[in-house]
Every structure is written in structure tokens, then in C-alpha cells.
């Protein structure tokens, strides 16, 4: 079956426009989570989304939001964009929702702020 | 608040030999473990697990220790190969029904032939 899928794969944006990335998760999972990974920081946490619902969100300012589709796919949008957005966004998705499963990531979208 | 403090940063070993990457995390609640592996421009994937009521789990040459008491849990690999070269991530769960994850910072392994 298709993995998680990630669009566009690549990003390059100037400093205060917006972006939205999408994310299609596993045929049947209904839980999407999104995470930002640099190099210094690690993989940190955005949000958490089951059944169209927010159920968690991380340390990240508004500029950050995101929605969940009922077809569970879903997106994440950056506004006013900051050098320092530069990034791989990851979204990752499991079957419950609930950690029992684990998570399968997408491979990403690069984003550059320039 | 939430954390998962993880070491060494960087590890170099021989290969046919062993490697350990050490975790610790703050939230007491946390009853999920699990390790990721990413190499170089992939995803990050799931190689082995552990939740909080086993204190040990392997699969093949890894294992994965949990202790709950002291808030620490490790990888070892054993007989390290030079395709295990990549960043290692643990993470650590929050509370139940919930699949928010907290990683540490990573571990970058490098197996020499």
C-alpha cells in the first residue's frame, strides 16, 4: 500500500510570504502528526490531528497552524515566513492514534526561506 | 516540561562491534519508547520499540532497555555493520490517547569497515 506522502518535496519561499504543505497519510490512519527537523533542534513537535480535531500542539508560534480533512488528509500553513522556518517539515501518520502503533513518516518537505 | 535528553551526539565504532545510545526523559507518564533510524536524505523510520510495562525487547542484533525508575532507556547494537551508519533518534511518548511524540536531539553513528 502507498506510504505517507508529502507535497511539494522541495520549497523555496522569501521572507514574509506564506506556504502550505500537504500531507496524505496511510490508506486508514486517521492520525496525522506534523514535526519540524533541524539540524540543531531535532525533530520538534507541531501538531496532532485525529478525525479532523486538533488534539495537540507544540511550542510554535500562530504563524503555525494547520486542519485535518475528513478524508484525514492534511495540511499545515507558515505564514509570514522567517529565515529561520527554513526547514524539513515531516508529518507522520498511524492507524488509532493513541502510540500503539507507532508512527510512519512521510519524507518530507524541504522549505528555504530566502 | 517535556524532555528527552539523549547521548552521545556522535558515535564511532569498528565494525563487528557494539553500540549503545543512551536516553533519558522527564515525563513519568510517558509509557512509549520507541527508536528511529534516519539515514542520509531518507525518513526517519521505526526500528524496534518498547512500552513501559516490558524492560526489554530485541529484535535481531538490536535491543532496546527500559527503566522506568531511573527514566532511562537505551539502544545497543550488536555486531554493527556499516549500513547501520545513520542518525539515531529515541523518543518518548506523552500521556494516553495521544500520539505526540518527544525525540531527543539524535545520535549519529558511524560503523567503519
Known amino acids: 500500500k502507498a506510504g505517507v506522502t508529502q507535497t511539494p518535496r522541495y520549497l523555496i519561499k522569501t521572507r514574509g510570504q506564506q506556504v502550505t504543505l500537504s500531507c496524505s497519510p496511510i490508506?486508514?490512519?486517521?492520525?496525522v502528526s506534523w514535526y519540524q527537523q533541524t539540524p540543531g533542534q531535532g525533530l520538534q513537535f507541531l501538531f496532532e490531528y485525529f478525525s479532523e480535531t486538533q488534539r495537540n500542539k507544540g511550542n510554535f508560534p500562530g504563524r503555525f497552524s494547520g486542519r485535518q480533512f475528513s478524508n484525514s488528509r492534511s495540511e499545515m500553513n507558515v505564514s509570514t515566513l522567517e529565515l529561520g522556518d527554513s526547514a524539513l517539515y515531516l508529518c507522520a501518520s498511524s492507524l488509532r492514534g493513541d502510540t500503539n502503533y507507532g508512527y510512519t513518516f512521510g519524507s518530507g518537505t524541504r522549505l528555504t526561506v530566502v | 516540561g517535556e524532555n528527552v535528553e539523549q547521548h552521545p551526539s556522535t558515535l564511532s565504532v569498528q565494525e563487528g562491534d557494539s553500540a549503545v545510545i543512551k536516553c533519558t526523559y522527564s515525563d513519568s507518564a510517558s509509557n512509549y519508547f520507541p527508536w528511529y533510524k534516519q539515514e542520509l536524505g531518507k525518513r526517519p523510520q521505526l526500528i524496534i520499540d518498547i512500552r513501559s510495562n516490558v524492560g526489554e525487547k530485541k529484535d535481531q542484533r538490536i535491543a532496546v532497555t527500559l527503566n522506568k525508575t531511573a527514566k532511562h532507556f537505551s539502544l545497543h547494537i550488536t555486531e554493527t555493520q556499516p549500513e547501520d551508519s545513520a542518525v539515531y533518534f529515541c523518543a518518548a511518548s506523552g500521556a494516553y490517547n495521544t500520539d505526540k511524540l518527544i525525540f531527543g536531539t539524535g545520535t549519529r553513528l558511524q560503523v567503519f569497515p
Open positions: 490508506s486508514g490512519h486517521r492520525s
